[in-house]
Every structure is written in structure tokens, then in C-alpha cells.
């Protein structure tokens, strides 16, 4: 699989949007990006996944550029409670429908503040 | 949906002793995977299930690691002679492993101190 590299650390002001950016240049075309956050003592929690489109859900949007090397996952108001760990994976999807497992790395650790 | 449970949720265990945690997914997912997460550093993989066959397991599990799932639903792993090193969460996850439906949901972890 594809590595990702995310900043170490990031800080967001409580109501506004997280903009946290993840990249995977060497990515192929069979590998979704996939987003997981972890919130302290807990099992990482899914977010959100793509290939090329950008995507959105009630959690957060996931803008993926043209060319696919780049992410950037948007928490378009982050509360306290959005304060966590966010580990950018991209996985291998075959056509048979398996699919590969999670690699995780260090996520940025993202702090939001009063 | 009830989501994917482990138990025990913690376990504080003397060195040299055998412990075991039990892991139920989510119904009628037929992958099951297990992690293996130290403090500071992201999860790791340990092995993973597709029904009750063991399809592919980490360096990471040594000896004296085995993880069952007998039936296709629950599964074990089961640590013997625990040394303080296997101090750890351990994650177990499930998915369904279907086209576009492959996500992986996470459980709360077993948290395991061995002293």
C-alpha cells in the first residue's frame, strides 16, 4: 500500500474548520483514501473513504486533487470533542470485492481549542 | 447494529501467565482483523480472518500468539507465558468484505497490563 504523510500536530479554534491534509503521492489506481480518527483510549473510529470524488458525510468532506496525490479531510466546525488523532490510509480495493488491510502511521494529533 | 466487542476491556496479568481476549464483530461481516497498539504509535496489524480461515498473520505475532475463530463468527487470541513487552491494546475490527462495502469498523480495544 501506499505511505501517506500527515503533519505531526495541528491546532483548530472550537467552530471553526479543521483542515487536516494528508499525502500520497505515490498512490495507484486501485487505492482509496481512507480516513480514521482516534479519540484518546478508544478504537480508531471510521470517518470517511474516496477514490477520486470528493465525498462528504455527517462526520467531515474529503477533498481528493486531480491528480490523486493529495488529500485534505475538512471538519467543517470542530468541537472539543473532534480533538483526537486522524490516521490517513490509502488501501487497495481489488475488483473481486477483497479488499487490503490498514496500515496505520502516526496521524496528525489534532488539539481543538477554546 | 451493535458494533464489533471485545472483552475484557482490561486485563492486568502476572509475567509468565497465559491470557486470552474474545472478540464478537459485527453480524454477517466476514473479515476479522486484529491490531496491536502500543502508547504513542499507530495501530499494528496482527492477523486477519476471512470466515474461520486465518489468511494472513504479522511478523508481529510470535510463538506464543494464536488467534482462533472456529466458527466464522467469534474470535480469540490468546497470549501464553506474557512477557511485559505485550503490554498493549488490542484492537480487534470486522468487515463485511463485499465490492464498495469493505469498510472497517473498530471495536473499544482490550487494554493488557502485564506486570
Known amino acids: 500500500d501506499a505511505k501517506t504523510t500527515q503533519p505531526p500536530s495541528m491546532d483548530c479554534a472550537e467552530g471553526r474548520a479543521a483542515n487536516l491534509p494528508c499525502n500520497h503521492s505515490t498512490i495507484s489506481g486501485n487505492e482509496y483514501v481512507y480516513w480514521y480518527r482516534q479519540i484518546h483510549s478508544q478504537g480508531p473510529q471510521y470517518i470517511i473513504h474516496g477514490l477520486k470524488n470528493n465525498e462528504t458525510n455527517e462526520m467531515a468532506s474529503l477533498i481528493i486533487t486531480e491528480d490523486r496525490k493529495s488529500s485534505t479531510l475538512i471538519l467543517p466546525h470542530a468541537t472539543l470533542r473532534d480533538t483526537a488523532v486522524y490516521y490517513c490510509?490509502?488501501?487497495?480495493?481489488?475488483?473481486?470485492?477483497?479488499?487490503?488491510?490498514?496500515?496505520f502511521g502516526t496521524g496528525t494529533r489534532l488539539q481543538v481549542t477554546l | 447494529d451493535t458494533g464489533v466487542s471485545q472483552n475484557p476491556r482490561h486485563k492486568i496479568t502476572k509475567r509468565g501467565q497465559n491470557v486470552t481476549f474474545r472478540c464478537d464483530p459485527i453480524s454477517e461481516h466476514n473479515r476479522l482483523y486484529w491490531y496491536r497498539q502500543t502508547l504513542g504509535q499507530g495501530p499494528e496489524f496482527l492477523t486477519y480472518?476471512?470466515?474461520?480461515?486465518?489468511?494472513?498473520k504479522s511478523r508481529l505475532l510470535s510463538d506464543r500468539f494464536s488467534a482462533e475463530r472456529p466458527k466464522g463468527s467469534f474470535s480469540t487470541l490468546e497470549i501464553q507465558r506474557t512477557e511485559q513487552g505485550d503490554s498493549a491494546m488490542y484492537l480487534c475490527?470486522?468487515?463485511?468484505?463485499?465490492?464498495?462495502?469493505?469498510?472497517?469498523?473498530f471495536g473499544e480495544g482490550s487494554w493488557l497490563t502485564v506486570v
Open positions: 480472518f476471512q470466515n474461520e480461515a486465518q489468511l494472513e
Open positions: 475490527a470486522s468487515s463485511l468484505g463485499r465490492v464498495f462495502r469493505n469498510t472497517i469498523y
Open positions: 490510509i490509502v488501501r487497495v480495493e481489488y475488483r473481486a470485492g477483497t479488499a487490503s488491510k490498514l496500515t
